[in-house]
């Protein structure tokens, strides 16, 4: 593991049931994010978690809701999703104060809406 | 917003040969750029980044090399390995207080024994 944990690793929900991601960071970092990564389109960012607090939005539709209760972890609520929702959602970290670095990715959850 | 060009999707090589992978940036404040390599079925994991405060940054069989002017960047990767097979991503930050990455699209590079 890279100190980046997500659970479950695999996921099949039907489109009316509602699930919960999680992520889960030892490395001390302050800023977590959750990507949405679909086949042949770039890394989409989703939410952007910096010392707890959400700072970035990028439009992502209702039924995805993020939850960080603190620095180390992070979870994402699914509820209502839509087949097109099928895809590898990323988890990240990073320690960020004045200058850029990069991410810590976990290992990602696959989901799959039927 | 940032928007981040890669190029090309798909690059085929024998082992041995070199292969470049392409980049482009449209925020001139972009100050961060980062390579991630995501093996199949793998998570990505970063490999090498530069600050536009350089022009080039080597690791071994890998290289950055970054022209502010024409906001560009590529990633060189030299007497390639089949080890070397995996999706190339490129990406670009700037300092915001978080260091929020938009990400090119990926080469997917094949490296034939």
């Known amino acids: 593991e890279t100190g980046v944990t997500q659970t479950p690793r695999h996921l099949v929900m039907g489109m009316t049931n509602k699930k919960s991601l999680k992520c889960e960071q030892h490395l001390g970092h302050n800023a977590m994010y959750w990507y949405k990564q679909s086949a042949k389109k770039p890394l989409e960012l989703m939410f952007v978690y910096n010392f707890k607090e959400q700072t970035e939005n990028n439009s992502v539709p209702s039924r995805f809701s993020p939850e960080c209760p603190n620095s180390s972890h992070l979870f994402l609520h699914l509820h209502t999703l839509q087949p097109e929702d099928s895809a590898l959602y990323l988890c990240a970290s990073s320690q960020d104060n004045d200058r850029n670095y990069g991410y810590t990715f976990g290992s990602g959850t696959r989901l799959t809406v039927v | 917003g940032e928007n981040v060009e890669q190029h090309p999707s798909t690059l085929s090589v024998q082992e041995g040969d070199s292969a470049v992978i392409k980049c482009t940036y449209s925020d001139s404040a972009s100050n961060y750029f980062p390579w991630y390599k995501q093996e199949l079925g793998k998570r990505p994991q970063l490999i090498i980044d530069i600050r536009s405060n350089v022009g080039e940054k080597k690791d071994q069989r890998i290289a950055v090399t970054l022209n502010k002017t024409a906001k560009h960047f590529s990633l060189h990767i030299t007497e390639t390995q089949p080890e070397d097979s995996a999706v190339y991503f490129c990406?670009?930050?700037?300092?915001?207080?978080?260091?929020?990455?938009?990400f090119g699209k990926g080469t997917m590079l094949l490296v034939s024994p």
């Open positions: 990406a670009a930050s700037w300092n915001s207080g978080y260091s929020t990455l938009t």
